[in-house]
T-cell receptor
Framework: DAKTTQPPSMDCAEGRAANLPCNHS???????VYWYRQIHSQGPQYIIH???NNETNEMASLIITEDRKSSTLILPHATLRDTAVYYC??????????????FGKGTLLTVNP | DVKVTQSSRYLVKRTGEKVFLECVQD?????MFWYRQDPGLGLRLIYF???????EKGDIPEGYSVSREKKERFSLILESASTNQTSMYLC?????????????FGEGSRLTVL
């Protein structure tokens, strides 16, 4: 399974864009990049995922480099409620045709007033 | 609203006790997962199941077993609880659609083994 590397922590000012980087240099052609976040004392929450094209939804944007070896999650206007641990994950195959996701340690994003 | 429900938010057990953690999902998902989460270690996969009665070991299966008799229910079993199994346990489910992969998590079960 491809591994990911994320900075352990980042800070962002409220109202500014938060750009969270992730390296996944060993990603293979059929693996997706997923992002989750976990707010304290809650279960992780799905944010977005992509294969090779950039993706956007109501929560965030995902920018994947052309060589797919890295990606950036963008929260366009960070709020205090976005303070959380953000996980970048590369999918891997489990049994049969199903997928399992292996979580690393993530990035603690702190949004400051 | 889609939901993954874990039976207990907080449990306190004694060393050597048998512990059952139950998880139920209402989304008709094929895949179900058990993770544990410890400070500084992130989430680690214990077991997962991609079909009824099917299971595969994750990264840290030692000391645990699982049961999936029905599609909606996935149980984690600690045959003889030990203090190093004190942790937050998270259940999740997902669809089998290729590329979908989105995991839906429960709120977690915090287990303390004395």
């Amino acid at each position: 399974d491809a591994k990911t590397t994320q900075p352990p922590s980042m800070d962002c000012a409220e109202g500014r864009a938060a750009n969270l980087p992730c390296n996944h240099s060993t990603i293979s052609g059929n693996e997706y990049v997923y992002w989750y976040r976990q707010i304290h004392s809650q279960g992780p929450q799905y944010i977005i995922h992509g294969l090779k094209n950039n993706e956007t939804n109501e929560m965030a944007s995902l920018i994947i480099t052309e060589d797919r070896k890295s990606s950036t999650l963008i929260l366009p206007h960070a709020t205090l409620r976005d303070t959380a641990v953000y996980y970048c994950i590369v999918s891997s195959r489990g049994g049969g045709s199903n997928y399992k996701l292996t979580f690393g340690k993530g990035t603690l994003l702190t949004v400051n007033p | 609203d889609v939901k993954v429900t874990q039976s207990s938010r907080y449990l306190v057990k004694r060393t050597g006790e048998k512990v059952f953690l139950e998880c139920v999902q209402d989304m008709d998902h094929e895949n179900m997962f058990w993770y544990r989460q410890d400070p500084g270690l992130g989430l680690r996969l214990i077991y997962f199941s991609y079909d009824v009665k099917m299971k595969e070991k994750g990264d840290i299966p030692e000391g645990y077993s699982v049961s999936r008799e029905k599609k909606e229910r996935f149980s984690l079993i600690l045959e003889s609880a030990s203090t190093n199994q004190t942790s937050m346990y998270l259940c999740a489910s997902s669809s089998t659609q290729p590329g979908a992969g989105e995991l839906f998590f429960g709120e977690g079960s915090r287990l303390t083994v004395l």
